[in-house]
């Protein structure tokens, strides 16, 4: 069991290595862009709910 684990560990860190990392600028500049996307969602998102939630309000005023 303790051999299966060290050996999954090993071959972890082997992958790691490995590993093609980007560079400070290219971590920064995606790190912008997933904010800057992040944003406009939560922007579309909100304007769709705002929407929503008053056709939600006009439905519900024309039934009572």
Same mark, same amino acid.
């Given at each position: 069991?303790?051999?299966? =684990?060290?050996? $999954?560990?090993?071959?972890?860190?082997?992958?790691?290595?490995?590993?093609?990392?980007?560079?400070?600028?290219?971590?920064?500049?995606?790190? @912008?862009?997933?904010?800057? =996307?992040?944003?406009?969602?939560? @922007?579309? =998102?909100?304007?769709?709910? $705002?929407?929503?939630?008053?056709?939600?309000?006009?439905?519900?005023?024309?039934? $009572?």
């Amino acid at each position: 069991m303790i051999t299966l =684990f060290t050996n $999954y560990v090993n071959q972890a860190l082997a992958e790691l290595h490995q590993v093609r990392w980007p560079t400070r600028q290219q971590a920064v500049r995606l790190s @912008v862009i997933v904010v800057i =996307f992040v944003a406009i969602s939560s @922007v579309a =998102f909100g304007v769709v709910d $705002y929407v929503l939630a008053q056709g939600v309000a006009l439905l519900l005023s024309l039934t $009572y």
